[in-house]
């Protein structure tokens, strides 16, 4: 299981800004969704157009002013391993407990998923954290105001590139690699695992383009 330590802000800034009609809670869900959308096609899930192009106005249209967390859910194939499923899950504004998180984890199809992401609204207690970790499918949690922005769309932020397999023993061949941790918000942001090696191209400054990679440990 994969999470994000410490305090998540106060969203209610950015949509208020940046709300064009609706409630601020049909705005709010529709924002963290459109994140979790173009997230899900960065890591090369099969997404359609249809749903990365959807705007807030047809998003209430389909899910209402207020929406119900459990028609938020998401589901996608690999583009590269069709059999090979991601679900997304937005879980309810109340603390996550233990019995709430089995509750969760057994209404789950298991067949052919390989990720699991919840969407949390409140906290998790350590209990539940416990029965996560325990699941045989990696599971990862974001808090829904770490996705009301989409980071790897600042203009400052390099391009990030997962190398395959066989690039990655090109490169260690090559070059002596930086080791870095992962948790931080890019690698949540594109699901980098221990082991994986990410090419990171930064344009603009003193070269137009300058390239560097990057060993998660």
Do not use: W
């Not at 299981?1 to 208020?16: K, P, T, V, Y």
């Not at 932020?157 to 061949?173: F, G, T, W, Y």
């Amino acid at each position: 299981m994969e999470s994000q330590a410490g305090s998540h802000g106060d969203g209610n800034c950015i949509i208020a800004a940046a709300m064009e009609d609706g409630s601020m809670e049909s705005y709010r869900y529709y924002l963290s969704r459109r994140t979790l959308l173009e997230m899900l096609t960065d890591r090369g899930y099969d997404v359609p157009p249809s749903e990365l192009s959807r705007s807030h106005s047809d998003f209430r249209a389909v899910f209402g002013p207020n929406p119900e967390p459990s028609r938020l859910r998401l589901c996608f194939p690999l583009i590269t391993s069709p059999s090979k499923k991601i679900l997304v899950i937005y879980c309810g504004t109340d603390e996550i407990r233990k019995a709430t998180i089995r509750g969760i984890l057994l209404q789950i199809n298991k067949d052919g998923l390989h990720r699991l992401i919840l969407v949390l609204q409140s906290e998790m207690n350590s209990h539940a954290r416990k029965v996560l970790d325990e699941y045989p499918i990696k599971a990862e949690i974001f808090h829904i105001t770490e996705l009301l922005m989409n980071i790897t769309k600042h203009v400052l932020m390099p391009k990030h590139e997962i190398l395959s397999a066989q690039e990655k023993r090109k490169l260690v061949n090559k070059y002596k690699l930086e080791d870095k941790q992962g948790n931080d918000a890019i690698a949540r942001y594109y699901g980098i695992e221990k082991g994986q090696v990410v090419k990171i191209t930064y344009k603009g400054g003193i070269f137009d383009s300058f390239v560097n990679y990057r060993c998660v440990s």
